[in-house]
C-alpha cells in the first residue's frame, strides 16, 4: 500500500503500449488513469486547431493531475508519450506539491510491434494513423527522463508486462 498519493506518468511513443499498461495498472492499483490522446481527441472534435490542441491537451492533463494530487490528496496515472522535459517538470512540481510519490514508466517496443499496434488499433482523432518501424524502441528520445525512470518492454505478454511494471513500482515505492 502506498502511504503518499502517487503520480505516475507513463512515457513512450506511439504504439509502446502506453495506454494498455495504464489501463491495466488502473484496474490493478483502483486509480484513475488520464489520458492525453482523451483530452486532445475532444478538442479536436471542439473545432480546436491541431497547434492548440496539442499544448492545451497537456496543459488540461496537468491541471487535471495537479487537482487530484495537490487538492484532494489522490493518486493518479498519467497516460501520455512524455516526450517534452516541461511536462516531466511540471509533473515532478505537482508531485512535490502535494507531498506524493513521482514514477514515470517508460513503455518500450520495437519499432515493428509499435507500427502494426498502431495500424491495428482504433484510432483516436488525436492519434497517429501509422508510424516509422525504423525508430525503433525510441529510447534514443527520452534522455530527458528522470534516471530513476522504470524500463518496461511491453513487447510480451500483457500479464507479464503489468507484473513487472507492479514490482518495478513496489520496489520504487519501497
Keep these: 500500500m502506498i502511504a503518499r ?3 505516475l506518468l507513463m512515457a513512450g511513443l506511439p504504439g509502446a503500449g502506453k495506454s494498455t499498461l495504464a489501463a ?3 484496474r490493478a492499483l483502483n486509480l484513475p488513469v488520464l489520458d492525453k490522446d482523451t483530452i486532445k481527441a475532444g478538442l479536436l472534435e471542439f473545432g480546436a486547431s491541431e497547434a492548440l490542441a496539442g499544448p492545451a491537451s497537456y496543459a488540461l492533463l496537468l491541471d487535471l493531475a495537479q487537482d487530484l494530487i495537490v487538492h484532494q490528496g489522490r493518486s493518479v496515472i498519467l497516460d501520455s508519450p512524455a516526450l517534452y522535459a516541461p511536462v516531466i517538470d511540471r509533473a515532478k512540481a505537482i508531485a512535490a506539491a502535494g507531498d506524493a510519490e513521482f514514477c514515470v514508466l517508460l513503455c518500450l517496443a520495437p519499432g515493428a510491434v509499435r507500427a502494426e ?5 482504433e484510432r483516436l482523432r ?3 494513423a501509422s508510424v516509422d518501424p525504423t525508430e525503433g ?4 528520445r527520452f534522455g530527458h527522463l528522470p534516471r530513476h525512470t522504470i524500463p518496461v518492454w ?3 505478454a500483457a ?3 503489468v507484473t513487472a511494471a507492479l514490482d518495478a ?3 520504487a515505492a519501497g
Design 169 to 171: 513500482l513496489s520496489v
Design 24 to 26: 491495466a495498472l488502473g
Design 159 to 161: 500479464a507479464a508486462m
Design 154 to 156: 511491453t513487447d510480451g
Design 117 to 121: 499496434r498502431v495500424a491495428a488499433r
Design 137 to 140: 524502441d525510441g529510447s534514443a
Design 126 to 128: 488525436s492519434q497517429l
Design 5 to 7: 498519493p502517487l503520480l
